[in-house]
């Protein structure tokens, strides 16, 4: 079993830059893939990025790319979700995930261990 914890949510002017990071508690840490995920007030919860678990291999999706960059630190059990240029649009609540599968894990409601999730606001 893995718990999740994230935190760094907050508010931030666009343009502005904020780090979240989730905390992972458990063992087996670097075999699995980890994710970013986000949900905004009346929408679905859409993907943001992924990291496979020794961090060679990173996925975007195209709202986030050039901005977002996702790592890891497994000597940590922590995954990061840098976010700079923060759009009006970014505005959500941020969710990591853990699943064994990275192709899983990348189905938005397919990850096997979630966090309970970070809100994250941007004033325009």
């Not at 502005?16 to 949900?39: D, K, N, P, V």
């Not at 009006?88 to 189905?107: G, I, P």
Request: net charge positive; charged share 20%.
């Amino acid at each position: 079993q893995v718990q999740l914890v994230e935190s760094g949510g907050g508010l931030v002017q666009a343009g502005g830059s904020l780090r979240l990071s989730c905390a992972a508690s458990g063992r087996a840490f670097s075999t699995y893939a980890m994710g970013w995920f986000r949900q905004a007030p009346g929408k679905e919860r859409e993907f943001v990025a992924d990291i496979s678990g020794l961090g060679g291999i990173t996925y975007y999706a195209d709202s986030v790319k050039g901005r977002f960059t996702i790592s890891r630190d497994n000597a940590k059990n922590t995954v990061y979700l840098q976010m700079n240029s923060l759009k009006a649009e970014d505005t959500a609540v941020y969710y990591c995930a853990a699943d064994k599968s990275m192709q899983r894990l990348r189905q938005v409601g397919h990850g096997d261990y979630w966090g309970q999730g970070t809100q994250v606001t941007v004033s325009s």
